[in-house]
């Protein structure tokens, strides 16, 4: 919850600005509701393209203050992050819900970004593992091969969120290594391979790279990094340069 739609269309124009040149490294800004639109403008025509935060279930009805999949595809959004951790955490946001929204979204032509991730005392007691799985498994469920070839996951420690701490990159890559196995478990190894993990929770020019150069981190979700367009433009040229 940053930026007014002016201050979002600022920041938009200098993100544009510093990644003008095609890298082969796909780039989305994801603005609140309330600057998509104008932030749409901004990017059309970039090589950034344009998410949402959240999304809800239904096409329409009864359901104030919600916004569907359909009204983001309209605005020009590709896009979509589902069960965000905050969400998670403030507003009771549970696998079943993480599911719904996310086969809404693939029904109306957007890409959801699906979070998943285990809290501090999960990880201590051991469970990290069992519980991200969980998650995997209760996002992706009644979702064909196909579709879940087109979406991308985000393990996103919940200790690490806004903390400044961060997951070694062993952690990182031991955790990304899971999911792709149990996406494997779920539709195949073929599947499995082409589905783009991507890290966040704490990433920043500093130690984007070295995250990166793991081969099962296939990208970043970046949070506070991403309101300055200096740093998140750093992050995408560690990006490239780490293959």
């Given at each position: 919850?940053?930026?007014?739609?002016?201050?979002?269309?600022?920041?938009?124009?200098?993100?544009?600005?510093?990644?003008?040149?095609?890298?082969?490294?796909?780039?989305?800004?994801?603005?609140?509701?309330?600057?998509?639109?104008?932030?749409?403008?901004?990017?059309?025509?970039?090589?950034?393209?344009?998410?949402?935060?959240?999304?809800?279930?239904?096409?329409?009805?009864?359901?104030?203050?919600?916004?569907?999949?359909?009204?983001?595809?309209?605005?020009?959004?590709?896009?979509?992050?589902?069960?965000?951790?905050?969400?998670?955490?403030?507003?009771?946001?549970?696998?079943?819900?993480?599911?719904?929204?996310?086969?809404?979204?693939?029904?109306?032509?957007?890409?959801?970004?699906?979070?998943?991730?285990?809290?501090?005392?999960?990880?201590?007691?051991?469970?990290?593992?069992e519980i991200v799985a969980a998650q995997v498994k209760g996002a992706l469920s009644g979702?064909?091969?196909?579709?879940?070839?087109?979406?991308?996951?985000?393990?996103?420690?919940?200790?690490?969120?806004?903390?400044?701490?961060?997951?070694?990159?062993?952690?990182?890559?031991?955790?990304?290594?899971?999911?792709?196995?149990?996406?494997?478990?779920?539709?195949?190894?073929?599947?499995?391979?082409?589905?783009?993990?991507?890290?966040?929770?704490?990433?920043?020019?500093?130690?984007?790279?070295?995250?990166?150069?793991?081969?099962?981190?296939?990208?970043?979700?970046?949070?506070?990094?991403?309101?300055?367009?200096d740093s998140f433009a750093s992050i995408v040229k560690a990006a490239k340069t780490s293959?």
């Amino acid at each position: 919850m940053y930026k007014t739609p002016s201050e979002a269309i600022v920041l938009a124009q200098a993100v544009v600005r510093r990644l003008s040149a095609p890298d082969g490294v796909e780039a989305v800004v994801c603005p609140p509701f309330t600057a998509l639109e104008a932030v749409a403008k901004v990017v059309a025509g970039s090589r950034v393209g344009l998410g949402a935060q959240d999304v809800h279930w239904e096409k329409e009805g009864a359901y104030t203050g919600e916004v569907s999949a359909e009204m983001l595809h309209d605005l020009g959004c590709r896009y979509v992050i589902v069960g965000h951790s905050e969400r998670r955490q403030y507003f009771g946001e549970t696998d079943e819900r993480v599911n719904k929204k996310s086969l809404a979204a693939l029904a109306s032509g957007l890409i959801p970004i699906i979070c998943v991730g285990e809290t501090l005392s999960e990880r201590e007691a051991g469970h990290a593992k069992e519980i991200v799985a969980a998650q995997v498994k209760g996002a992706l469920s009644g979702l064909s091969p196909k579709e879940a070839q087109a979406l991308a996951l985000a393990y996103e420690p919940v200790w690490a969120i806004g903390t400044g701490k961060t997951a070694t990159p062993s952690q990182a890559e031991e955790m990304h290594a899971h999911i792709r196995m149990t996406i494997a478990g779920l539709f195949g190894a073929d599947v499995a391979k082409e589905v783009r993990i991507l890290y966040g929770g704490s990433v920043k020019p500093e130690n984007a790279q070295e995250l990166l150069q793991r081969s099962d981190i296939d990208g970043a979700l970046v949070g506070g990094a991403s309101l300055q367009a200096d740093s998140f433009a750093s992050i995408v040229k560690a990006a490239k340069t780490s293959g």
